[in-house]
């Protein structure tokens, strides 16, 4: 599967922004899908998992009740809709494709190796 993420830009501390994941190339309904994000000088890190039908999800404390993930499996499509953003939520979002995984699992990876990744997009809070 490949996967292409889009929906970054500018935003003001306190707007919302939503992102989209578009997968090509594999049955998109098998794969668990996740929204990570690394700023600069940090590791990567999970934010947010969904399961095959998305009626499972899994959030990272720090984005719990601000961020949401959804899919649209007829459109192949993971989204992450984020409010409330704060400039610390700057960072490079990737989405990530895991097969024959549950959400929970999803939030348990670290190696490059254990999912597919997407190219990334910038997100920027401004204060």
């Known amino acids: 599967v490949q996967l292409q993420a889009c929906g970054g830009g500018l935003v003001q501390a306190g707007g919302s922004l939503r992102l989209s994941c578009a997968a090509s190339g594999g049955m998109f309904t098998s794969y668990t899908m996740g929204w990570f994000r690394q700023a600069p000088g940090k590791e990567r890190e999970f934010l947010a998992a969904?399961?095959?039908?998305?009626?499972?999800?899994v959030y990272a404390d720090s984005v719990k009740g601000r961020f949401t993930i959804s899919r649209d499996n007829a459109k192949n499509t993971v989204y992450l809709q984020m409010n409330s953003l704060k400039p610390e939520d700057t960072a490079i979002y990737f989405c990530a494709a895991k097969r024959f995984s549950t959400a929970q699992q999803m939030s348990t990876v670290r190696r490059n190796e254990d999912a597919t990744w997407g190219q990334g997009t910038q997100v920027t809070v401004s204060s």
């Open positions: 969904g399961s095959q039908s998305g009626a499972v999800t």
